[in-house]
């Protein structure tokens, strides 16, 4: 049985990294086109570890950003709700 490390994936050229760049530069067409490098077979393991790393930091960013807005959306409705009175009660 004979192993990766015998025979080891080509390099990725210059080339191929400026396409999928561009590819991964496209909305939409990058997140189904990361799934498909990340989990389908025949592709650069390479490739594939930055398709991976590359929908891990996004699902952490996604985190992040719901995490926020939730936390600024309280804080916003918060200073809302207790905001000045003099609207109902002028003082002048």
Request: hydrophobic share 55%; glycine share 6%; proline share 7%.
């Amino acid at each position: 049985m004979e192993t990766n490390e015998q025979y080891p994936a080509p390099e990725i050229s210059v080339g191929d990294w400026m396409i999928t760049l561009l590819i991964a530069a496209i909305p939409l067409v990058n997140v189904i086109m990361l799934f498909v490098w990340a989990f389908g077979s025949g592709y650069h393991p390479s490739k594939a570890n930055w398709a991976k790393a590359t929908l891990i930091w996004a699902l952490i960013s996604i985190v992040i950003i719901v995490i926020l807005t939730i936390l600024f959306g309280a804080v916003f409705f918060s200073f809302m709700n207790s905001g000045p009175d003099f609207y109902e009660n002028p003082q002048f």
